[in-house]
Each structure stands twice: as C-alpha cells, then as structure tokens.
C-alpha cells in the first residue's frame, strides 16, 4: 500500500481520531487549568479531607482537604509540560548525534556509536536512577536525569535511517555539485528523516509520561505541594484501602493520556516507517 493511501486510510481511523481529540484535549486543559478549576489545588481544608466525590468535589478530596478534581487538572499542566521538554531535549541531542554519525560515517561514527552503545547498554530508567542519585531529586534535575538517559534510543534510530537517505540520489547529486556538508544535512537530509522523528517522539513521550509518573511515585520528581498525577498516587498509597478513588482517578489519567500517545505513535510508524523501526 502506498503511502497517500495509508495516510487517506489514517484519516479514516477511528482510534487515530480518538487520541488526537484526546491529546487535543490535554492541551487546551493544561492552558486553561486556572479556569477549569474549581478550587486551588495546593489549598486543602482538613475539615473537609477524604470526602467521597460530590456535587461540591466532583472526584472528591485527598488526606490534605484539596480538591482532587482541580489537582487532576493542574497535574495535565506539569506533566505534558515536563514531558514535552524532556522529549525535546532527548529529541535535539539524539538528532544532532544520529545525522552526524550517519552521515559523517568513519570515525565519527565509531567514536558516536560506542558511546552510544555503552549508554545503551543500561536500562534508561537505572541511568536516571543514577544520575538523580548523583545530582540530587528534584524536577529540573530529574529532567536533565532522563534527557541524559533517554536520548540515547533516539540517536539510534535518526542514525539507521540516515544512513539510507543519504545514499539517496538527490543527496549524491548534492554532493557532486560542491554543496557543503551543513547545507546537505539541512536541506535534505532532516526533511526526510523528520517523519521517522514524528514516529519516535510519539511513541517516546508516552513512556516519558509513565518513567516520570514512576519516579515522582518514589518521591524524586515533583515536590509536595505541586499536582502531579505520579505524585498524588504517591501520596494515596497509606489510604488506598479506605479512599480508593484517590488512585483511581490519577491513574486512569495516566492511563489515557499514554494509551492516547502510543496509538498516535503506532499510527504513525505504519505510514511512515513500514520497517517498524524498534526505540
């Protein structure tokens, strides 16, 4: 099948239609979450703590008195936010190392390469571990923690395909006419090896989201009082038992917004990477 006809029979999609509707929908609450809560979400009354979903508290309240619902809300805002950055700075570093050692080849590649491999060879999550233990906790650091973790898989992938492209015709007969190295990278290079980079940063920004829920759960991410979906199960693990709403909601939230981004992703790879390139 060619790719205009997946991408007619992509618009067709009903689940494509869905997640992008969905992902659509995280943003515009991440901007407006001043305006779509109903209360503040670091500002709790203990009088009105652990109360179960009501017309007053829609999702009900945690063990602080806060308002689960708005804290759901504002936990949109942190957690696209700090994922969108961390993809972005994986996305750079891996682009600029993958195209430079595709198309540099020889040393350069070599030398990229095994870096790469001996990063590659621990599990991102174990880097991160290391790096935060390193650095100290914290958001910013564990962002940097991730980016230095993650963008390892990116650089991998931006390498393989490059090395097709650039034995592309166009991009040899670039090469016949003296034009500069920079010059070809930018001009034809990224532009084919942008779609494989779409692929790659949908598919990676849901696995960000559920790593860095997973580290803000083990109390090296955000900081209380901010809302933070990883964060809020956290807090409601001593009152599961009792409250289960309090993991409940948070966790379906996670479990939307990433289900959303991974069959984004996947619907991507089957028109623009019919090899299934694996992260």
């Given at each position: 099948?060619?790719?205009?006809?997946?991408?007619?029979?992509?618009?067709?999609?009903?689940?494509?239609?869905?997640?992008?509707?969905?992902?659509?929908?995280?943003?515009?609450?991440?901007?407006?979450?001043?305006?779509?809560?109903?209360?503040?979400?670091?500002?709790?009354?203990?009088?009105?703590?652990?109360?179960?979903?009501?017309?007053?508290?829609?999702?009900?309240?945690?063990?602080?008195?806060?308002?689960?619902?708005?804290?759901?809300?504002?936990?949109?805002?942190?957690?696209?936010?700090?994922?969108?950055?961390?993809?972005?700075?994986?996305?750079?570093?891996?682009?600029?190392?993958?195209?430079?050692?595709?198309?540099?080849?020889?040393?350069?590649?070599?030398?990229?390469?095994?870096?790469v491999d001996l990063l590659f060879a621990f599990p991102s999550?174990?880097?991160?571990?290391?790096?935060?233990?390193?650095?100290?906790?914290?958001?910013?650091?564990?962002?940097?923690?991730?980016?230095?973790?993650?963008?390892?898989?990116?650089?991998?992938?931006?390498?393989?395909?490059?090395?097709?492209?650039?034995?592309?015709?166009?991009?040899?007969?670039?090469?016949?006419?003296?034009?500069?190295?920079?010059?070809?990278?930018?001009?034809?290079?990224?532009?084919?090896?942008?779609p494989q980079l779409l692929v790659i940063v949908a598919l990676?920004?849901?696995?960000?989201?559920?790593?860095?829920?997973?580290?803000?759960?083990?109390?090296?991410?955000?900081?209380?009082?901010?809302?933070?979906?990883?964060?809020?199960?956290?807090?409601?693990?001593?009152?599961?038992?009792?409250?289960?709403?309090?993991?409940?909601?948070?966790?379906?939230?996670?479990?939307?917004?990433?289900?959303?981004?991974?069959?984004?992703?996947?619907?991507?790879?089957?028109?623009?990477?019919?090899?299934?390139?694996?992260?």
């Amino acid at each position: 099948m060619s790719r205009v006809k997946k991408v007619k029979k992509l618009s067709k999609d009903k689940g494509l239609t869905a997640s992008l509707i969905i992902i659509a929908g995280l943003f515009l609450i991440a901007i407006f979450a001043p305006w779509l809560a109903p209360h503040d979400p670091n500002v709790g009354i203990l009088s009105n703590r652990l109360l179960p979903p009501s017309s007053e508290h829609w999702l009900g309240t945690d063990h602080m008195g806060r308002d689960l619902f708005s804290r759901i809300i504002y936990g949109t805002r942190t957690t696209m936010v700090v994922a969108l950055i961390i993809t972005a700075g994986c996305f750079m570093i891996g682009t600029i190392v993958g195209v430079t050692a595709g198309y540099a080849g020889g040393w350069v590649d070599s030398l990229l390469m095994r870096i790469v491999d001996l990063l590659f060879a621990f599990p991102s999550r174990i880097l991160a571990l290391v790096v935060v233990g390193i650095i100290g906790p914290g958001l910013v650091n564990l962002g940097i923690a991730m980016i230095l973790s993650w963008w390892v898989s990116f650089a991998r992938v931006i390498r393989g395909v490059t090395l097709t492209v650039k034995e592309n015709e166009y991009v040899l007969a670039a090469k016949l006419y003296g034009q500069p190295k920079w010059k070809i990278i930018r001009k034809h290079i990224l532009p084919n090896v942008m779609p494989q980079l779409l692929v790659i940063v949908a598919l990676n920004i849901s696995w960000i989201m559920v790593a860095l829920a997973g580290f803000s759960l083990l109390g090296l991410g955000v900081e209380a009082p901010q809302a933070e979906w990883g964060m809020m199960i956290s807090e409601a693990r001593p009152y599961m038992r009792d409250n289960g709403y309090l993991l409940l909601f948070p966790g379906l939230a996670i479990m939307i917004v990433v289900s959303a981004f991974t069959i984004l992703g996947e619907k991507l790879r089957d028109v623009y990477d019919p090899s299934h390139l694996k992260v």
